[in-house]
């Protein structure tokens, strides 16, 4: 289907926001909102959200990616993940104002961005938002970080002979890597994901607060070749509430083994813009179009 790309200014609390829409000839009445992580910008990193937005626009789907206050060419201070919700709340706004039609809205997002989108659930209940992507999200602390390297880091490298050539010609520091080696371990074993009496909720207890009151549909793509999405795993296994989700009957989860964090290869990326086609028109879509 034929499209066509326009540049958006738009407004959020006072400052101004860009963003880029990809709308098709005759969209269907599902439209997709990118969420862009940060420290990023509305390309993506390889140009990951232009070829993303262009494929989905072919199939009829119109697609905003956009900078949020602080990011790319958005005026504003530079802000986290866990502040940019009004900045969400003003892309919606702005796709559905630009794209009549439009029934519902699905929501996209790789690492940081993934964790503002659940973020923004458990702020704002926004009936516009149909469906959302988690591509790879970020729950990272000193913690899960530490058992994520044990596991998936230092027993890969035990097994790995370029590593033990390196050792036998000396080409390793033995005394750093005991101490990162045994700091992990400290790491790991002197926390729990749990936070502790009267410390602050975290970010990670605001996901799931989130996920937990969005009854619709959910896709979940996570990166074989990828420690934050390791992490991720490693984090809602340890957690009952996190591990009832990933397996709710409204949650697909996809792992791509051979992909990295930002699907840089054309065959993953082609991989993550097939999977997301394809849930799309299974999950969300209930009126074919």
Same mark, same amino acid.
């Given at each position: 289907m034929r499209y066509a790309e326009r540049p958006l200014v738009f407004e959020c609390e006072g400052e101004y926001l860009v963003g880029v829409l990809a709308a098709p000839e005759a969209p269907r009445s599902t439209a997709v909102l990118v969420v862009v992580g940060g420290p990023q910008y509305r390309a993506g990193s390889h140009?990951? $959200?232009? /070829?993303?937005? =262009? =494929?989905? #626009?072919?199939?009829?789907?119109?697609?905003?990616?956009?900078?949020?206050r602080g990011m790319g060419d958005a005026e504003g201070a530079e802000r986290s993940f866990q502040e940019c919700a009004p900045d969400v709340a003003a892309a919606i706004d702005t796709l559905v104002g630009n794209c009549p039609g439009t029934k519902r809205v699905v929501l996209w997002g790789l690492c940081d961005a993934a964790s503002a989108i659940l973020l923004y659930l458990r702020e704002r209940n926004d009936a516009r938002v149909a469906g959302i992507v988690l591509l790879n999200p970020w729950v990272r602390s000193v913690a899960t970080l530490s058992k994520t390297h044990l596991k998936h880091y230092y027993g890969k490298r035990l097994v790995d002979r370029d590593f033990w050539k390196k050792l036998a010609e000396g080409r390793v520091n033995i005394g750093s890597a005991?101490?990162? $080696?045994?700091?992990?371990? *400290?790491?790991?074993? #002197?926390?729990?994901?749990?936070?502790?009496?009267?410390?602050?909720? *975290? $970010?990670?207890?605001?996901?799931?607060?989130?996920?937990?009151?969005?009854?619709r549909p959910a896709l979940v793509i996570?990166?074989?070749?990828?420690?934050?999405?390791?992490? $991720?795993?490693?984090?809602?296994? #340890?957690?009952?509430?996190? *591990?009832? +989700?990933? /397996?709710?009957?409204?949650?697909? *989860?996809?792992? +791509? #083994?051979?992909?990295? /964090?930002t699907f840089s290869t054309t065959e993953s990326s082609d991989e993550v813009e097939a999977q997301t086609l394809s849930w799309l028109s299974s999950s969300v879509l209930l009126d074919g179009r």
């Open positions: 140009r990951q $959200f232009v /070829h993303f937005s =262009r =494929r989905l #626009a072919a199939e009829g789907f119109a697609v905003l990616r956009f900078d949020y005991l101490r990162a $080696f045994t700091a992990s371990i *400290r790491s790991a074993t #002197a926390r729990s994901t749990a936070a502790p009496v009267n410390e602050p909720a *975290r $970010f990670q207890d605001g996901m799931l607060e989130g996920w937990r009151a969005f009854l996570l990166s074989g070749n990828d420690l934050t999405a390791k992490e $991720f795993l490693e984090y809602a296994q #340890a957690d009952p509430s996190w *591990r009832d +989700l990933l /397996h709710r009957p409204d949650v697909k *989860r996809c792992e +791509l #083994a051979n992909a990295d /964090h």
